[in-house]
């Protein structure tokens, strides 16, 4: 009893003893945690609304019709042209490509990260897939220019090598460490005890992973995949140097051209308000919709998971 | 710890009179400046420095194109036009006066044999009807046409003059002459264009029939791949001191440095 006064004695004596600056520091600096969340809200707004109100006039100029499924990208010709399919369909094949190479490679190895690996090899790969997160997206693109893109043109006997493949191949490294890490969380986060029930039973490991393992942790590697094509489709820099830019429908061994690099490559001549440079900021107005689709599918199978 | 803040404090005092000092006392005013959207780095570097010069100058630069440059200059909203070619016979009651040339280096690897081509030739090697180097006289190799994303001056150059607007089907389309020479340099079969500053050893600046691309060459007109750079006055009415003092400066041998590293040969 008495010891269970004591502290609420003091506790009240506190209180009443706590000077009153303290509180307003409570309140300003709730305040200021309020400003901070608002502000990324604030930049949310701004930029979707920028891009809406920049992106939309192009469209009805051009026509949504024209705009979205014409074949042909001239803007700078007498007779200009803003047809957008081949910038889509590249970044949908692009992507495709990428998640095709990528996922694989990536999953295999968050297998063998997670259940395989003795645990110091799986400490120096680990740190390797780190590193490889880490490499500037501007020397990915060096390097697939001066070491890939030769490489293919001499490989498949092409008078040039910058084409769709090239860039597929360094979308899907560039996206392997976010499908290595997010893979091998999910399979970390299996209960143990489905291993063991399942080795129990007699089953060798392997087919336990690929019969326990990765079931349990389906959705956490849909999200890895979801995740990856997120980071490939909205690539800039890397494939702008691999891709060769020629506004062509796309091929496996055609020069191409982004979403992405349409925009880098002509926002920098493109005359301000012309319908050029409008038409740009439509063509990142439809690069983001893309983008907060996989969004809205992520978080989708996110939520799948969480309910699991 | 004091001594040392007032000693920084003097030094730069004693900068900042330094500047002043190279300020000349010369006009004020507005200058605008409208026209060709290949001379914006020319006309970045130009104003910059000649603003520094005159700080009671304003210098506006406004890319439209050579031929609203040349109207603007004739029907007086711009102060001076800025055309990337020379005048039409139609195009009268105006001015040109040549600030700097452009010299447009046509770039194939070191490893390829073909050493001189024909303004035709390059024309139709862009335009895909000549698509083999054996047709050149080199060895077997689909030829690869590099060239810059549209919109680039260099791009709007080397297809003016060769007639080749609209018409050119390349195999990659770079966005900077960095990007353009690293990637002749790695391909034995490419064929691409640069500034001519730009050049450098990793790649053979070949002959426009049979006249090297230097400075001298642009210079006194023999080579072809070049175009002038013009400032567009109207002939008849003064032009305002500023602009008279703007004009005077860009061809003064002052200016003549600051062009040649925007990438032009200066005529001063």
């Known amino acids: 009893m008495e010891s269970n006064a004591v502290p609420a004695m003091s506790q009240a004596e506190a209180v ?22 608002l502000i990324s809200v604030g930049f949310v707004l701004f930029i979707s609304l920028y891009l809406i109100v920049s992106g939309l006039p192009a469209i009805l100029t051009i026509g949504p019709v024209e705009f979205l499924f014409g074949t042909t990208w001239a803007s700078t010709a007498a007779e200009p042209q803003f047809g957008i399919l081949p910038f889509i369909l590249t970044s949908v094949y692009g992507t495709a490509g990428a998640i095709v190479l990528g996922v694989p490679v990536g999953f295999l190895a968050a297998v063998f990260l997670s259940k395989v690996a003795p645990k110091r090899i799986s400490r120096v790969i680990r740190t390797a897939v780190e590193l490889l997160a880490g490499i500037p997206s501007v020397v990915y693109g060096l390097i697939g220019m001066m070491v890939l893109v030769p490489a293919v043109r001499e490989l498949f006997h092409l008078p040039d090598g910058a084409s769709l493949f090239c860039a597929m191949i360094v979308l899907a490294i560039m996206i392997l460490p976010t499908i290595i890490s997010v893979s091998e969380t999910a399979l970390n986060a299996v209960p143990k005890e489905y291993e063991e029930a399942s080795l129990a039973l007699g089953a060798t490991e392997i087919e336990t992973y690929f019969r326990v393992s990765v079931p349990a942790a389906k959705s956490g590697i849909a999200s890895a995949v979801v995740m990856g094509i997120g980071r490939a489709i909205g690539e800039a820099m890397a494939i702008i140097m691999v891709a060769g830019n020629v506004a062509n429908m796309p091929s496996l061994f055609a020069s191409v051209r982004f979403l992405t690099t349409a925009i880098t490559s002509e926002m920098s001549y493109a005359g301000v308000g012309s319908l050029q440079q409008q038409a740009l900021f439509s063509i990142g107005l439809v690069l983001f919709l893309f983008i907060m689709l996989i969004n809205i599918l992520l978080n989708t199978f996110l939520k799948g998971k969480r309910e699991k | 710890m004091n001594m040392k803040k007032i000693l920084s404090l003097a030094l730069s005092g004693m900068l900042c009179l330094g500047l002043l000092a190279g300020c000349s006392d010369s006009a004020s005013g507005v200058v605008n400046t409208d026209g060709s959207t290949s001379m914006e780095k020319v006309m970045g570097v130009l104003i910059e420095s000649y603003q520094e010069n005159n700080p009671g100058v304003t210098v506006n630069y406004n890319g439209t194109g050579s031929s609203a440059g040349i109207t603007a200059a004739l029907d007086g909203t711009a102060d001076i036009g800025l055309a990337s070619r020379d005048l039409k016979d139609s195009e009268t009651g105006v001015t040109a006066i040549t600030v700097a040339k452009d010299g447009i280096a046509i770039i194939v690897n070191p490893q390829n ?9 390059i024309a139709q090697i862009f335009t895909g009807e000549i698509a083999n180097w054996s047709e050149l006289g080199g060895s077997e190799g689909q030829i690869v046409p590099i060239g810059r994303e549209a919109g680039s001056g260099t791009r709007d150059g ?33 064929i691409g264009y640069a500034s001519l500053s730009a050049v450098d050893d990793t790649v053979k600046a070949i002959t426009v029939d049979g006249v090297e691309a230097t400075e001298e060459t642009v210079l006194d007109g023999s080579y072809a791949i070049q175009r002038n750079f013009n400032f567009i006055v109207p002939e008849e009415g003064e032009l305002s001191e500023a602009a008279q003092s703007f004009i005077d400066y860009a061809t003064s041998a002052d200016a003549a440095q600051l062009i040649t590293d925007a990438g032009a040969v200066p005529l001063a």
Request: glycine content about 4%; proline content about 6%.
């Open chain 2, 113 to 121: 044999p073909v050493a001189d081509l024909s303004v035709e030739q």
């Open chain 2, 158 to 190: 080397f297809e003016s003059i060769t007639g080749t607007e609209d018409a050119c089907k390349y195999q990659n389309e770079l966005t900077s002459t960095g990007e353009v020479i690293a990637n002749v340099a790695s391909n034995p079969n490419a």
């Open chain 1, 16 to 37: 009443k003893l706590q000077p009153r600056p303290l509180r307003v520091m409570e309140l300003v600096m709730k305040l200021i945690f309020l400003i901070c969340g």
